[in-house]
């Protein structure tokens, strides 16, 4: 009797200092995080980065941190294919003179479920329209 009570004293301590461990380990949403890859033609790609936030209600960020960085103004998603989310992101940022550029993103988001995610598409910069590909760091 004893020894069962001990035994049982024991999980529910295993089991109450497990929880907030696996709970810290959760990653949020699958689009947040620093992704990195490229967008353009093949023979003159655009190096690309996205740090990417979630704040329990939206995803806000960054395109190319820095000085020449652009501002996400919003994201949409379509959960329709569990397996590969649409997602289509907006984004303002400066050309050479100051003056403000629009990004616009349609893409894919897949492998939700790996830590390596893929998120890739069609990127829309100043009237150029190409294919982009960024993987999660």
């Known amino acids: 009797m004893m020894r069962a009570v001990f035994l049982r004293a ?15 380990a959760q990653f949020g949403h699958p689009l947040k995080g620093q992704w990195s890859g490229q967008w353009g033609p093949a023979n003159s790609p655009n190096r690309l980065l996205l740090d990417l936030h979630w704040d329990g209600k939206e995803i806000t960020g960054v395109i190319n941190p820095g000085p020449e960085a652009a501002t996400i103004k919003s994201v949409s998603f379509d959960y329709t294919d ?5 997602v289509k992101l907006t984004a303002e940022g400066k050309d050479a003179g100051g003056k403000p ?9 897949e492998n939700i479920g790996a830590y390596a995610r893929l998120f890739h598409g069609t990127w829309t910069q100043a009237g150029k329209k190409s294919e982009f590909t960024v993987t999660r760091n």
Request: aromatic letters at 4%; charged letters at 5%.
């Open 10 to 24: 024991v999980v529910v301590v295993a089991v109450a200092l497990a929880v907030p461990l696996v709970a810290h």
């Open 101 to 109: 550029v629009q990004i616009n993103v349609d893409g894919k988001l």
């Open 82 to 86: 569990p397996a590969a989310w649409g």
